[in-house]
Nanobody, 123 residues
Framework: VQLQASGGGLVQAGASLRLSCAAS????????MGWFRQAPGKEREFVAA????????QYADSVKGRFTISRDNAKNTVYLRMNSLKPEDTAVYYC?????????????????WGQGTQVTVSS
């Protein structure tokens, strides 16, 4: 499956953004979907994941209550709504698809990755 992330940008602290990740090539609903991020000089880290049906989600503690992952299987797209953005949210955000049986926070369990979209939050 091919993944194309978009929606990043430069915003001020407290603002909101919505990232999108469009999938093509295989049946989107076969995959659990995740968002990860990587800040300069840091390792890529888990942000959020969403089950195949969209009924179950999991979040990193650092974004819980501020970010919401959702998906539209009819549009082959997963979203990440980010509210109350903080400077520490600055990173390249990646979407990823997993064929595993359950949601995972581990990069190793994701089979396909998008190219990333830059999010910069100024103070």
């Amino acid at each position: 499956v091919q993944l194309q992330a978009s929606g990043g940008g430069l915003v001020q602290a407290g603002a909101s953004l919505r990232l999108s990740c469009a999938a093509s090539g295989r049946t989107f609903s076969m995959y659990n979907m995740g968002w990860f991020r990587q800040a300069p000089g840091k390792e890529r880290e888990f942000v959020a994941a969403n089950s195949r049906s969209g009924s179950t989600a999991q979040y990193a503690d650092s974004v819980k209550g501020r970010f919401t992952i959702s998906r539209d299987n009819a549009k082959n797209t997963v979203y990440l709504r980010m509210n109350s953005l903080k400077p520490e949210d600055t990173a390249v955000y990646y979407c990823a698809a997993s064929s595993g049986n359950s949601l995972s926070t581990s990069l190793r369990l994701y089979d396909y990755w998008g190219q990333g979209t830059q999010v910069t939050v100024s103070s």
